[in-house]
């Protein structure tokens, strides 16, 4: 570990917390509905987008409608991505004359976008045209990424609003994030990435002779376009295989800081967000204070390991810590802490081949998308996932003292609590249960790379990333075959709607009841009392439910590779 | 419960084409437009041409460099090396015996080479994408004996040459281009 490592990390904590209040403030105005300067430029396009949707954007909707509108929208743009990806060849803006993209490849690609979770089992150079690239995937990273926002707000009103029945309206909500959010973060963002060498063309490639005159060919696109949503929203489908770790998506330090900063910004702004649309700020700083210390406990741990390196190399004498998957342009401590970064928010963007990270570095992302993706979390996703902790904290806290929970004024009873459970408890099901079953099975076990525990490693990693939406990979499994993209398909479905579902159940529920206003007996959720006990409450859970899991995989690995034992 | 999916059925349908329309054509045709305005050579792939206008490779893109004569690059494991359209890193684990053997076989070409000492870890590991155009400083001036014996030139001006080209970052590590310190080197021997 270096002076300008520990620079680098800390130096990031402290722009995205001065970043909070002000993506906070902007979300806030979102939230509310309230009139920003953008408007005056994209009311309009606003405006007509309802007119042509018959789209009444003050009608309120109940959590049910709100629900039943979300997916319904969802699914229209899965199948549209689908017809998009199989009717490939015979679409334009196709200059490399790539055929269509197979069945359960399309299949899998089509949920993996719409559940904001971009894991590829495809290299998008030799399977994606650019329109595929650009109609097919780049919608999904704007509309997924504002349908997670969207149902943060609604979670948000069920805390704020009193005895209602209505939790905002779905379309309302999804089009103001991504016309006033998103849309213009994009455009001044996809300048930047141009300007640091990132290719936005409509050709598919350039060849040219090297120095040495060898012939090369450089696979081109309209990346920085795609790159710029890639990030913001916490999608991390990468234009290339290889993702941010590809020179034409990410050709600097600096575009390596922005693209850490994208990923987690709008999640840090909407933990302030909440607490204002509480009453209380406090409350979002208290949030954002637990994320945080899982964040940089994890960062401390990733960035170890790795600068540590692999004692059997060094055995070679290679010296330093661990290059295999990295780039030199990052190093160690800009890999470390992007792999910490992309698996706490459910980006799943890699700049460095999690697969050859060391034993105790590679189960440091694994483990953050295990505890659900709430240190920050994706887009929305992240903070509702929390929220959902948070219920379940309180509800603890209640037990030790004996009185009925309450959380930000609101009795959290019996229905929230079991909402709140099934919520968490579908994810270690599906991840535990078809990691399971491909590790018995034939066509489970012709997908590993490698040999041994990291080969297991590699399947657990798999299904924990479609599960918690992350879509970032031990990329080492074969994992483009019709067992591994239909059940991987399925398992990211369950992942995204079945969380989202419960989740509104429990906003409706909060916003009928009414305000409990804090009294003496109430348990303080603002101080380090609550922020210690949210972090344990978070590890103990994901801890006690993947530890036998992780002893199987990365530990099991560690300990290999003390002992030198090669597989 | 209908009602709710009567209601849903001209937003979704509408508002499907009307963002696929917005955000999948307009957002990223008119990016392509800005970008090639502003910033032609970054747009197209930040190309690096010889005297004649020929494009001999990419400012941020690495290209393999295996001869004797040129500072050599990382192990790539994109297609056969440095493959342009298949990106990819070698996705081996730290205990896995390919990678140990793969490393073994480039750790004792490297001492044939004259490297002694610890060797720079780059200098023998594959990178995340097979297309890293960079070295760190350490892994360059672990060659600059060779390349001044092969050229015939002093070491220390080899030497300066990698101090030259090496960019620090504190956002990153120190690295040295490879395209740009070869095509310097090739500069010093006319």
New interface residues.
Partial sequence: MTF?GW??ILGFTAVLLALAKPMGLWLFALYEGRRTPLHIVLGP?ERG?YA????RPHAEQGW??YA??ML??NA??MV?TYAVLRLQAVLPLNPQRLGAVGEHLAFNTAISFTANTNWQSY?G??TMSNLSQ???L??HN??SASTGIALAFALFRGFARRETKTIGNF?ADM?RI?LYLL?PL??AL??VY??????????G????????G?R?????G?V???EAIKMLGTNGGGF???NS????EN????T??IQMLSIFVIGVGLTWTFGKAVGNPRQGWAILAAMMILFLAGTAVAYGAEAG??P??HA????????????????????ALFSVVTTAASCGA????H?????IG?LIPLFNMQLGEVVIGGVGAGIYGFLLFAILAVFVAGLMVGRTPEYVGKKIESREVKLAVLAIAVLPLVILGFTALASVTGAGLAGP??????GF?EILYAFTSAVANNGSA???LTAATPFYDGLLGVAMWIGRFFVIVPMLAIAGSLAAKAHTPASAGSFPTTGGLWVGLLVGIILILGGLTFLPSLALGPIA?HL??IRG??? | ?NN??I??????????I???I????V???A??G???T??PS??????VRDRSG??????????????DR?FRS?PSA?GKG????????????????A??ER??ID?SAR?AEGISG?????L?????????????PA?ALAQAPRIAAVRGLPVGRVRALVEAATED?????P?VNL?AL??AL?GLGR
Avoid at chain 2, 7 to 16: F, H, Q, S, Y
Avoid at chain 2, 82 to 97: F, H, I, K, M, V
Avoid at chain 2, 118 to 122: H, Q, S, T
């Fill in positions: 300008q620079f680098l396009v987008f042509l949707a018959g789209i049910r409608r039943v509108h319904l929208f229209a743009l549209f290299a150079e030799s650009m109609l097919g780049t919608i704007f509309l379309w089009t991504t849309l994009c455009i996809t300048v141009i300007a640091c060498g990132v290719p936005q063309t409509l050709a490639s350039v060849d040219l002779t090297t120095l040495e060898a090369q060919t450089l696979a081109l309209p920085a376009s795609q290339f295989n290889a770790a590809h020179p034409f050709p600097s330090a600096l390596n800081l390196g692999n059997v190399l070679l004498g290679v010296a330093g810590g661990n290059m295999e998957g990295k780039e030199v342009r990052f190093g160690l401590a800009a890999s890699v700049n460095a081949m697969d050859s990270f060391t034993a590679g790379l490698n040999k041994g525990p990291h490693s031990f990329a080492g690995d290999a590779m034992q090669l597989f | 419960m709710d999916i209601t849903a059925l001209r937003p979704t349908i509408v508002m499907t009307l963002f696929a917005l955000l999948g054509l957002y990223p045709l990016m392509t800005i970008g090639q502003l910033f970054q747009a197209n792939g930040s190309l020929r494009a001999i490779g990419s400012s941020v893109v690495g290209q393999a460099f295996v001869s040129y990382r994109a440095y493959d342009g359209l298949a990106s990819s890193g070698s996705n081996l684990g730290p205990t896995s015996r990678l140990i490393v073994t750790v001492r610890p060797l720079p870890a780059d023998v590991t594959a990178s995340g994408s097979g297309l890293d155009p960079d070295l760190s892994a970052s504190l956002l990153g590590e690295h395209l070869n095509r090739d």
